[in-house]
């Protein structure tokens, strides 16, 4: 069964700041690796989705990267914002599975 | 895009009531939807498949007797909380999966979630 695991769990960065955010995984059978945001009592915000052929997707000031072999994901966050302040999910599911979620890292962006 | 609609958004209930949560994708056809729970600063963890047209299937430690599943139709699935209780209180989240043309089978597309509180 698939296990997420993210750290750090919570981030204080000021603005302007690029950051990286950590995503490890322990089924290398990953079949997608997806990133959302959700903010304080909200849903989730689909951010980037990398499918098993792919090592990385980019959104704008967002880039996520995917290493099967390693169990790895990161999320780079270029010039952070003060409205980036959120929840950051990662979550991954192998073949035809449902997503099993991290607990996320919760990010502070200080004006 | 595809959305997910939940209602309601959120519910405030006495002990002891039920409470149904509604679950919809409104441009899309979806099989398959998902139930989700979420406690305060944890992460979401999945309670239970639904299949249009059959039983859902629950996660271990899930009682499916307390949260019945309904998935009546390819854009309607229902979560009722059956007696609730105090600990039931969280925040409920339903995805779909669509299985159209888009290439992307196995996106899952979420709600906004339901917020629960048992008094």
């Known amino acids: 069964k698939q296990e997420v695991t993210q750290i750090p769990a919570a981030l204080s960065v000021p603005e302007g700041e690029n950051l990286v955010l950590n995503c490890s995984f322990t089924d290398s059978a990953i079949y997608n690796l997806q990133w959302f945001r959700q903010d304080p009592g909200k849903g989730l915000t689909s951010l980037l989705l990398?499918?098993?052929?792919?090592r990385e997707q980019t959104s704008g000031r967002l880039n996520a990267s995917l290493d099967k072999s390693s169990g790895r994901s990161t999320l780079y966050i270029a010039a952070s914002q003060p409205g980036d302040s959120a929840t950051y999910l990662c979550a991954g599911n192998s073949g035809y599975s449902t997503l099993t979620f991290g607990k996320g890292t919760m990010l502070l962006v200080s004006p | 895009g595809a959305v997910v609609s939940q209602h309601p958004s959120w519910v405030i209930c006495k002990s002891g009531t039920s409470v149904k949560i509604e679950c919809r994708s409104l441009d899309f056809q979806a099989t398959t939807m998902f139930w989700y729970r979420q406690f305060p600063k944890q992460s979401l963890m999945l309670m239970a498949t639904?299949?249009?047209?059959?039983?859902?299937?629950?996660e271990q430690g899930v009682e499916k007797d307390k949260f019945l599943i309904n998935h009546a139709s390819l854009t309607l699935s229902t979560l009722t909380v059956t007696s609730a209780h105090p600990e039931d209180s969280s925040f409920y989240i339903c995805?779909?999966?669509?299985?159209?043309?888009?290439?992307?089978?196995?996106?899952?597309?979420f709600g906004p979630g339901t917020r629960l509180t048992v008094l």
């Open positions: 995805s779909a999966r669509d299985l159209g043309a888009s290439g992307r089978w196995d996106t899952q597309y």
């Open positions: 990398i499918q098993s052929s792919q």
């Open positions: 639904s299949n249009e047209g059959s039983k859902a299937t629950y």
